[in-house]
């Protein structure tokens, strides 16, 4: 199992908080969950598009039965 990675446990943190707090010291505003999910969904697949290989695999198939 691969670990998780920081930026999926950033977006289930700001999923499970408020989208604004505000305070004696000030205010705060978290982006939108939709464009965290889009920015995650990029960067996976710029990571993808990195990796070695086209993402499918070649393999000789024989049938068993003939001579």
């Not at 943190?13 to 000030?26: I, Q, V, W």
């Not at 505003?29 to 070649?58: F, P, T």
Request: net charge positive; charged share 25%; no cysteine.
């Amino acid at each position: 199992m691969p670990m998780t990675d920081p930026l999926d446990n950033s977006i289930k943190t700001n999923a499970e908080g408020p989208a604004k707090a505000s305070g004696d010291s000030g205010s705060v505003e978290q982006h939108k969950l939709s464009e965290q999910i889009a920015a995650d969904k990029y960067l996976e697949s710029k990571k993808a598009s990195r990796a070695k290989g086209l993402g499918i695999k070649l393999a000789k198939i024989s049938p068993g039965g003939t001579v």
